[in-house]
């Protein structure tokens, strides 16, 4: 088993490579710290896995947690990534861009890996949150926003930046993808003296150490369909 788990940045990185883990010998885990947001988050995936092949596919990181579900200090797993901000601005409100016709934000993860790693961070951790983790590319704050986005997505448990990106670039790939987060701050109006960056990087650690050890004991899941990339050749005229 061949694990690629994709934070944004080295201090995430470190503290995942830091936690103790122990796996099956045959499993290899390979953290890169890829950039912060969705588009460096799709590119420094889609370049790992071209360059090598993986079995699954990891978002790691800290996120901004919805109150009363993901309270800060806490560790949620991913059900469904969804990009929050991808789709049209109108008179009636956001369209996503599903509704408009231009492809999906919306991934649904496999329960088959969403329920055991949920349960490997209850059993390490006491507790752990289970529902979708939005993907924005700006960072809400303000408590308007922060209602807005819940009432677009009834149940979000997090909000950060790169999840849907990793997961695009997985999807193209055919492999299977998990988003893991703690939660460094609460998702709500700006305020940066409220951030527990340390604690949310140890919570980090520790979740993936409960969490690895139990993905790498799973069977693989067969590689899913990829979408076609087939560039179209322009003829000099
Ligand atoms: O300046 C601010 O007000 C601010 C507030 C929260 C986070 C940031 C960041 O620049 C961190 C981005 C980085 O961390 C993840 N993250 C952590 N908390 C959140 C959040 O509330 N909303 C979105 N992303 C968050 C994110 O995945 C990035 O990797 C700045």
């Known amino acids: ?42 590119a420094g995936t889609a370049v790992a896995l071209a360059r090598s092949p993986y079995d699954l596919v990891v978002s790691a990181g800290i996120a901004g947690g919805f109150a009363p579900v993901a309270p800060v200090g806490s560790v949620v797993v991913a059900d469904r990534v969804v990009a929050a901000d991808l789709g049209a601005e109108s008179d009636d409100g956001f369209v996503p861009i599903d509704d ?91 305020d940066r003296a409220a951030w527990r960056i340390g604690e949310a990087l140890a919570a980090l650690g520790a979740a993936a150490a409960a969490v690895l050890p139990v993905l790498a004991a799973l069977p693989v899941l067969p590689a899913a369909p990829v979408p076609p990339v087939s560039p179209v050749r322009k003829e000099q005229s």
């Not at 710290?33 to 588009?39: I, K, L, N, Q, S």
Request: hydrophobic fraction near 50%; charged fraction near 15%.
């Open 100 to 190: 408009l016709g231009f492809g999906t934000g919306v991934y649904d993860l496999a329960p088959e890996l969403v329920a055991p790693a949920a349960q490997a961070v209850r059993e390490k951790l006491g507790a752990v949150s289970v529902g979708p983790i939005l993907t924005v590319s700006t960072v809400t704050g303000s408590a308007a926003r922060a209602a807005e986005l819940m009432r677009r997505h009834p149940g979000a448990a997090a909000e950060a930046m790169e999840g849907f990106g990793v997961a695009t670039a997985a999807a193209g790939a055919g492999v299977p993808f998990l988003e893991l987060r703690s939660v460094s701050n609460p998702v709500g109006p700006r």
């Open 1 to 42: 088993m061949r694990i690629l788990i994709v934070t944004a940045v080295p201090a995430e990185r470190d503290a995942l490579l830091r936690g103790d883990a122990a796996f099956p010998g045959n499993t290899e885990v390979d953290v890169l710290a890829a950039g912060v947001g969705p588009a460096a988050a799709a």
